[in-house]
């Protein structure tokens, strides 16, 4: 951690100094040597994987041609069987048991799916509406708020002592209905910003999630006991994954970032608060319990990144359309940890808190 204060400070210099050009490998070793800090406190462990993405952002803005291509194969062909992948473990995780959740909690499930699909595609909306950005990237702070909660809400769930059975089985209804709902939101919200295809997009977002979800469910059937190895492998894939996803949109789409980017950072910052506040306060009002009125405000604030940025470039807009995406993944585990933390210390009062075991 010293040594990345002092990073810090010399990168601080240069960018005093009008130096910030050749303060790549400076701004890159203050993310990385942070990240290794990080590993050695229990509280700060969950970071660990936000500051290497930041790191690896960092890379593709000074070093954006080791991101774009390959001999003639352009990096971006890697982003969807990327986000097939990532379904695919999502399915080894799951199984029937996670859908009873709808009928053990039914009002919780229908409270944060509602959330989820009101409260993010209209903040998004409007957000984009403000922005003066051009269409294309507009459209893409649409698509983060059409796009449903992934896998890192579980996560912030779980740190935050909130109800994990709900948010996995929000996650998963919002995940399958999807393919369905995201291109008619977009349709409704975006058409003003960007021509949408409804049926093309569909026919994307079944590719992207149902069958791969759908063949590791399959899978995780058919093993039973065996290849329990794969439980361990698909989380760190997982997170390698959408890490490199991250990377090759930054660099695709580096100059419109450096054009745009202090305030695309903002309004989805802004985008991502008010997720998480209108979510919980949403969930209050309907009469929620408070440990599931904060299942619902992370389920609400953290959305899929990965599945948009596959999405934007499905439509071949990866270097516009995907910017929002790309810049909404790290700021929201950032938020995410932090509220995740908060919560974690104040176990709901009145409620017992039962402990997931594995």
């Known amino acids: 951690m010293g040594i990345s204060l002092l990073l810090l400070v010399i990168a601080i210099g240069m960018a005093a100094t009008g130096n910030l050009p050749s303060a790549g490998l400076v701004i890159i070793g203050v993310f990385v040597f942070c990240a290794y800090g990080f590993s050695g406190y229990e509280s ?153 295809d409804v049926l093309g997009m569909m026919w994307s977002i079944v590719k992207m999630i149902i069958l791969p979800i759908g063949a590791g469910l399959l899978f995780n059937k058919l093993r039973g006991n065996g290849a329990k190895w794969l439980d361990k492998a698909m989380p760190i894939i997982s997170m390698l994954g959408i890490g490199l996803i991250i990377v090759v949109i930054t660099a695709a789409g580096r100059d419109s970032l450096l054009d745009i980017g202090g305030l695309l950072m903002v309004l989805v910052l802004i985008h991502n608060l008010f997720g998480y506040t209108l979510g919980y306060w949403f969930a209050r009002l309907v009469g929620m319990s408070e440990r599931d009125s904060r299942t619902i405000s992370i389920e609400v604030g953290m959305q899929n990144g990965g599945l948009a940025s ?46 997931d075991k594995e």
Request: charged share 10%; net charge neutral.
């Open 310 to 355: 596959g999405i934007a470039n499905s439509l071949g807009k990866i270097a516009t359309m995907g910017l929002a995406p790309a810049v909404f993944g790290p700021l929201m585990n950032i938020t995410g940890s932090i509220l995740a933390s908060y919560w974690h210390k104040r176990p709901p009062k009145g409620e017992e808190v039962e402990e």
């Open 44 to 196: 700060l462990n969950g970071n660990v994987f936000t500051a290497l993405i930041f790191a690896g952002v960092t890379l593709a803005l000074y070093y954006p041609q080791y991101f774009t291509y390959i001999g003639d194969f352009k990096l971006t062909g890697l982003i969807i069987p990327l986000i097939q992948i990532i379904m695919f473990g999502m399915g080894t995780s799951m199984s029937v048991n996670d859908f009873v959740g709808i009928i053990k909690t039914p009002k919780g499930v229908l409270v944060g799916v509602t959330a989820q699909l009101a409260i993010m595609p209209v903040m998004g909306f409007l957000l984009a509406t403000v922005s003066d950005f051009p269409p294309e990237i507009a459209a893409g702070i649409v698509l983060i708020g059409c796009s449903p909660s992934g896998v890192a809400s579980n996560v912030m769930a779980y740190l935050a002592k909130a109800n994990l059975a709900l948010s996995i089985t929000i996650t998963s209804i919002a995940t399958l209905l999807a393919p369905f709902v995201t291109p008619l939101l977009m349709k409704l919200l975006a058409g003003e910003f960007i021509e949408i």
